[in-house]
């Protein structure tokens, strides 16, 4: 079967020295199992906050395996009118290119955005090909809680629209499929429907990357330049460096630890966004904190590889359920702590893999960081409770291949309108078309 991926905001085989990611993945599970993919991405990095292509343009990083990158106008802030413009651009841009490419067995499509998951189920509907819908974020949702409190209420009126979008999506969706239960259930309710076989939570995973001793000893050697001491307790954060992230509390909870001549702990933030210079005049002048910007996967593992504590740092009211970087720490054998309630601290709680605080809350972080830095035994249990609970159920590989299966059960069962006739595919294709080293 052919199957179209929909989503905005993962790296790419093209952005260089990166892992893969959730669609990525998939779209290695589908073609082991003999279907093609083609995936729909920007040109815009979403993370990086650069352009790939100055224009529309196909890759195509294995047989099989094509990217059709959709050029639109990029964005500095997260939370941004120009954010909202760009993937207005990017449905607009879909439309107008999905002509010369294959009908689609299946579109799955991520939110965000909505306006592409809006443009695929269209789509679908003219093609009559079955829609899935993949809930990666509560949009809108997330912009609200990204504001402060007095423009909250004039955002509720602004963001009308994109409510409706939300309840059209999912209520036009042949199946949902999720990375938490709660995230589950929203798409649920919006589409006011009961759970069929065909929804299901399917969490985001992790894939260790494979690290040989010279490069390894490479990053070592620049992490050490950079100040990192890998003789210490190493506490890490990976991701980005934005107002929905609790980084400023950590930044206050390492003041703590150095008010209190603790010597042997260090914290290094790896990331990027905008935030980044604010938690750089924040950190000056603390020798436990290091704050690195973006680093590449080689440097993240030697990190996870010297590293006791990963931090799942989310500010207040954080809508993130089950995100991707507790598995990533949990792929390293690292302690989870984290901020974020709910799902993730249950699971946290009952797999004994780390420790949970309050959002927001200093002396709350550096009270759980103490108390399990203090028991060598219980940091070292909560390591290996980690990485077993992520060999168990968040391994990505494993995830991919039941991600592909439900879209296989999907299409078979999909029944074709009567008056359905197949979409001739146009034989030509975007001019620029470029083949990079598979990923």
């Given amino acids: 079967m052919n ?67 959709v050029h639109a106008a990029g964005y500095t802030r997260n939370a941004s009118l120009a954010r909202l413009l760009c993937y207005r651009r990017l449905a607009r841009g879909f439309a107008r290119l999905v002509p010369q490419h294959d009908r689609p067995d299946v579109i799955l499509s991520g939110i965000p955005s909505l306006e592409w998951c809006g443009a695929g189920l269209r789509y679908a509907r003219r093609v009559n090909a079955p829609f899935v819908l993949d809930v990666r974020d509560l949009w809108p949702d997330v912009l609200r809680t990204a504001l402060p409190r007095w423009l909250r209420p004039a955002a509720d009126a602004a963001l009308t629209p994109y409510r409706h979008a939300a309840r059209r999506v999912c209520r036009g969706a042949a199946a949902v499929t999720a990375v938490s239960q709660r995230y589950l259930g929203w798409a649920l309710d919006h589409a006011r429907r009961d759970a069929t076989d065909h929804d299901a939570v399917i969490p985001i ?85 290091v704050v690195l910007g973006w680093v590449d996967q080689p440097t993240i593992a030697t990190l996870m ?39 993730l601290a249950r699971l946290i709680e009952d797999h004994r893999c780390g420790v949970n605080y309050r959002a927001g809350d200093a002396a709350s972080l550096h009270g759980g960081l103490s108390e399990l830095l203090g028991d060598r035994g219980r940091l070292q249990a909560c390591g290996k409770n980690a990485a077993a609970l992520f060999a168990d159920r968040f391994e990505a590989t494993a995830l991919a291949d039941r991600f592909a299966g439900l879209l296989e059960r999907v299409a078979a069962t999909h029944r074709p309108a009567a008056s359905h006739r197949p979409c001739p595919a146009q034989t030509t294709r975007p001019a620029q078309t470029t083949r990079p080293a598979a990923a």
């Avoid at 179209?4 to 290695?28: C, I, N, S």
């Avoid at 504590?309 to 995100?323: C, E, I, K, N």
Wanted: hydrophobic share 40%; glycine share 10%; aromatic share 10%.
């Fill in 3 to 69: 199957v179209w991926l929909l989503h905005v905001g993962e790296e790419l085989p093209v952005d260089g020295a990166t892992r893969r990611f959730r669609y990525g993945h998939l779209a290695e599970a589908l073609t082991r199992r003999g279907h093609t993919v083609l995936r729909w991405a920007p040109t815009f990095n979403h993370a990086r906050k650069r352009q790939r292509f100055d224009t529309d343009r196909l890759v195509t990083p294995a047989p099989g395996y094509q990217t059709q990158f």
């Fill in 205 to 289: 995973g992790y894939a260790p990357a494979p690290l040989d001793d010279r490069a390894r000893e490479e990053r070592l050697a620049w992490l050490r330049r950079q100040g990192v001491d890998p003789a210490k307790t190493l506490c890490c954060y990976f991701g980005l460096f934005e107002k929905s992230y609790d980084l400023a509390t950590v930044i206050d909870a390492a003041t703590r630890f150095e008010a209190r001549g603790r010597r042997d702990v260090q914290f290094v933030l790896c990331g990027a966004g905008g935030d980044e210079q604010r938690l750089r005049a924040r950190a000056a002048g603390l020798a436990n904190t």
């Fill in 305 to 343: 590889s010297t590293a006791a504590v990963g931090l799942a740092s989310y500010a207040p009211g954080a809508l993130q359920s089950l995100p991707n970087k507790p598995f990533e720490y949990m792929a390293g054998g690292l302690a989870v702590v984290s901020s974020l309630p709910g799902e």
